[in-house]
């Protein structure tokens, strides 16, 4: 395992930093019943899988498990978020077809990376109901984001011991 290895318990952690309640079962895209209605693509999970890989920081391991963990949990019990994903993923494959002749997922990571960029995530105002690149900045970067970030393994990378909903007492602040 290396330092910084997203592992179920990291998902867990991040789900009810936000929330979400998540009981025993495995948090599989299988999990989700039927993937013309409730679940996503094959290709949308692969853009997903990409999506995570640019934003995260190259020292993270294990991020498809970790996506697929986290992104089940949320979007389980909540269609209307699961559809408002899956659209602003295939808007995302749309922007890249159009752009670089090839689905998000095939391209690699530094293109990846410079169409992000040209499509203006980075600077755009998360909001979904807003433009593309603002759904695709609200409902999948600031997501995928949120997650890594108040897992523990995303926190103990950016020097925060002790993310919010993760336990770790005074022990955790160095001074005993």
Not at 23 to 31: F, I, K, N, Q, V
Not at 43 to 63: H, M, S
Not at 109 to 123: G, P
């Amino acid at each position: 395992m290396t330092e910084y290895e997203l592992t179920r318990r990291d998902a867990l952690i991040a789900l009810g930093a936000s929330g979400v309640t998540v009981g025993a079962g495995a948090l599989t895209w299988e999990r989700l019943s039927n993937e013309e209605t409730d679940g996503f693509s094959h290709r949308q999970r692969r853009t997903l899988d990409a999506l995570a890989n640019t934003i995260y920081p190259d020292e993270v391991a294990n991020v498809e498990s970790f996506v697929e963990q986290y992104v089940v949990g949320r979007v389980r019990d909540r269609p209307e978020h699961r559809t408002g994903m899956a659209d602003a993923l295939d808007e995302l494959d749309d922007y890249a077809q159009t752009w670089e002749s090839a689905p998000f997922h095939e391209l690699d990571e530094a293109v990846r990376d410079t169409l992000l960029r040209e499509f203006s995530v980075d600077t755009a105002d998360p909001d979904p109901e807003g433009r593309a690149n603002e759904r695709v900045r609200y409902l999948l970067v600031n997501e995928l984001q949120y997650a890594l970030y108040t897992s523990p393994t995303g926190g103990k990378l950016v020097g925060l011991e002790n993310p919010q909903g993760h336990p770790g007492g005074t022990g955790s602040y160095g001074n005993n």
